[in-house]
């Protein structure tokens, strides 16, 4: 059993493809956007819209079409993420001012979902999922179509709560990477991506403490 494990690793990188070439660039560019992410930089969002650009085209190629389409939307809200937290970065600089004048430097700041927020959040993704799916079960030919549209669903939910800087985000990431490790296997993508999101999964947990110690709560950062 280890040297079919063993051989299967050895065949992704020995006999690497295209596909495989541009997944490993994915995966270099991934790193680089988590590290921003944990340290709420602006920056993540210019290197997250290249990742999703990369992406595109692989989910594409697998007939994961779902994330290809998320992908590029993610270009879109990747504008307004940015420019959401510069203004989130610059109002909570501004209010952080010492007495003699100079602004502290960038701080992480957080804040939960209200009761209203997440319901209506859900309620959204609810009414999202049920679109995809039936765009991806009638109109396409997706093998795991409901999978598909709720990996998308929660992508396309989360990017806007990470957006907010609502801490519960990495809940929904560690939900959307478990999920996505079961579907890239399954649709025998390369062994980088699938290393890829198991990484994120034990990135989400990280995050989600990172924040918590590190961050400050506020009652709104928008």
Known sequence: MLSNIWAYIAGQFTAMDFWGIIQTA?????????????HQ???????????????????????????????????????????????????????HESDEGEKRKTVIAYRHFR?????????????????IFSILYFLTDSPIPALDALTATLNIVGTWVLAQ????????????NIISIYIYYRRGLHLTTI????????????????????????????
């Open 26 to 38: 994915g995966l270099i560019l991934s790193f680089v956007y988590l590290w921003l992410e944990f």
């Open 41 to 95: 930089k602006p920056l993540m969002w210019v290197v997250s819209a290249i990742c999703s650009m990369i992406y595109a085209h692989v989910y594409f190629h697998s007939k994961i079409y779902a994330d290809m389409g998320f992908s590029c939307f993610n270009i879109c809200m990747c504008v307004y993420g940015f420019i959401k937290w510069l203004k989130i970065d610059r109002k909570i600089s501004v209010s």
């Open 115 to 131: 009761s209203t927020e997440f319901m209506v959040t859900l309620a959204a993704a609810g009414a999202i999922w049920a679109a």
């Open 165 to 176: 800087k609502i801490i519960e985000v990495w809940g929904i990431w560690f939900l959307v």
């Open 195 to 222: 290393l890829l999101y198991c990484f994120y999964l034990g990135a989400s947990v990280y995050g989600y403490i990172k924040w918590r110690r590190r961050g400050i709560l506020v009652k709104d950062v928008s």
